[in-house]
């Protein structure tokens, strides 16, 4: 896997016969209290590799685009303007630069249901964001998130995931339980190895590899978000494994190996502050 073309918002890997784009929706800054250790509180301190930007942790928001050439899948979609923050929803100038027609986008698919993941599905202002949507894949326990009046018109393309299925022959839905009950994680396998877009699986690369055990405040479920992460982790040691993730450093994809008592994360393409 390496990386083909990039902009200031997107990047392109090579996959194989497959495409990866990398689009960038933006950051948000959140306090470091919102790490958490096996008791359930904040940390006492973090160490010195966790950069800090005015006493708050940095999180990069990616989502990510892949094709065959002829059918697609968009995997998350930002945060529109649910947050109100300048520094988000970017998703649509990410798709954009990277040439992608937003109107011939027929299948998303949902990490899990929380705004940063779902909102972009509607563009600032109310209209759809996707005219050619034919279906939204998300977890069976987050696809309530479609009965809110802003997702509300898209229910009826809603496909929940109660169990691990192919949306095609390249992309399956794989039910990761534990930062909500829906949670996610999409595996592309292509003839280059397999892709794990995990979503809100890692929330502090410079902190979660190294210690797996630490978790995230909005972690629904401690135990279970640590018990999906450990799972993928030692998954992703493999060979020809890479991950997706959406809080990972844009463009965010990278190998994991093994490192100590944790594990050590390699970028595949320089990140973008």
């Not at 979503?199 to 978000?225: I, M, N």
């Amino acid at each position: 896997m390496r990386v083909i073309s990039s902009g200031r918002h997107h990047a392109v890997f090579a996959f194989g016969d497959l495409r990866v784009v990398s689009l960038r929706d933006g950051y948000i800054d959140m306090p470091p209290t919102r790490l958490r250790g096996e008791d359930g509180c904040a940390l006492d301190a973090l160490p010195p590799a966790v950069p800090l930007v005015g006493g708050n942790l940095r999180l990069a928001v990616n989502a990510f685009f892949v094709t065959d050439g002829t059918r697609s899948l968009l995997i998350d979609t930002g945060a529109s303007d649910n947050w109100h923050v300048p520094s988000m929803g970017l998703i649509y100038r990410a798709l954009d630069e990277a040439g992608i027609d937003r109107a011939l986008i027929t299948d998303v698919a949902i990490t899990h249901d929380h705004e940063d993941h779902v909102s972009g599905l509607v563009m600032p202002g109310g209209s759809e964001a996707f005219a050619g949507l034919e279906r939204v894949w998300i977890g069976a326990g987050d696809a309530p998130v479609f009965t809110e009046p802003r997702l509300a018109p898209l229910r009826d393309r809603v496909v929940p995931v109660t169990e691990r299925v192919a949306i095609n022959d390249w992309a399956t839905a794989v039910p990761t339980p534990g930062h909500t009950p829906g949670h996610t994680v999409y595996e592309i396998t292509g003839d280059a190895g397999r892709l794990l877009v995990w979503g809100d699986t890692v929330h502090v690369p410079t902190l979660q590899f190294e210690r797996p055990r630490v978790a995230w405040e909005f972690d629904g479920d401690q135990s279970g978000a640590r018990s999906a992460r450990a799972a993928l982790l030692e998954q992703l040691t493999l060979p020809d494994h890479f991950v997706a993730g959406a809080h990972l450093d844009s463009p965010g994809i990278a190998r994991v190996s093994p490192s100590g008592d944790g594990y050590a994360l390699e970028y595949l393409a320089p990140t973008i502050g």
